[in-house]
């Protein structure tokens, strides 16, 4: 089935277009990373990469296009530049038991989608990163629009008013991960609803 798909829909570069990879080996090398930002929100954050076209739009065909398989690009693409550049910061997180909590996903689109993109991403970087991960700290409750629909900061803030709420007990060291960062409304949201002793940092893929 795998080697239909690749005749069919063949796996082409989102940066200059040749076959084989979503990101050649040469456009690789390109990717832009962004500097840490620290005591932002609460401890710490990080959004990994650069948010270009390529890294945007490999974002949107994963979440909007359900091209799963960029999951194992997105987080192959993490984890190298985590142990390349941050390798400290992935040892704090590591000797602190960090653990990896997911923005989550309102329930009507896990049921359109068929899978949760944060999930399944925090799946494959949790192991390889030696941190643990716990997918079912946050849920939200209200079906809100995708941020991505919104140009207006203002419009943005006021999506994710009121929309998470927590399950179950959170863990005292977290590390709240979310694919893009954008105003940051949906970070604020999930941080006012956690308990104010908890160490926090902020991860995303792009922002």
Not at 1 to 9: A, E, Q, R
Not at 53 to 69: C, E, L, S, V, W
Not at 121 to 147: E, G, H
Request: proline fraction near 4%; aromatic fraction near 12%; include cysteine.
């Amino acid at each position: 089935m795998s080697l239909i798909l690749d005749i069919l829909f063949p796996r082409c570069c989102y940066r200059c277009g040749q076959r084989g990879r979503y990101l050649c080996h040469q456009c690789r090398a390109k990717i832009e990373i962004n500097p840490v930002f620290p005591n932002e929100f609460h401890t710490g954050r990080l959004s990994l990469f650069r948010y270009d076209k390529a890294i945007r739009n490999m974002i949107r065909d994963y979440k909007y296009n359900f091209i799963t398989d960029l999951a194992d690009e997105l987080s192959e693409l993490s984890i190298y530049h985590l142990k390349k550049y941050y390798k400290n910061l992935l040892l704090f997180w590591q000797k602190n038991n960090f653990t990896l909590i997911p923005i989550p996903q309102h329930s009507s689109k896990t049921n359109f989608r068929g899978f949760i993109p944060n999930n399944l991403l925090i799946q494959k970087l949790a192991p390889r990163l030696k941190l643990s991960f716990n997918l079912d700290v946050l849920s939200k409750i209200n079906n809100t629009l995708a941020q991505a629909e919104f140009v207006q900061k203002k419009d943005r803030l006021s999506n994710t008013n009121h929309s998470l709420i927590i399950n179950s007990q959170a863990p005292s060291n977290i590390i709240l991960f979310d694919d893009v960062f954008t105003t940051g409304s949906t970070i604020k949201s999930a941080i006012s609803i956690l308990p104010k002793k908890s160490k926090i940092w902020v991860f995303t893929l792009s922002g």
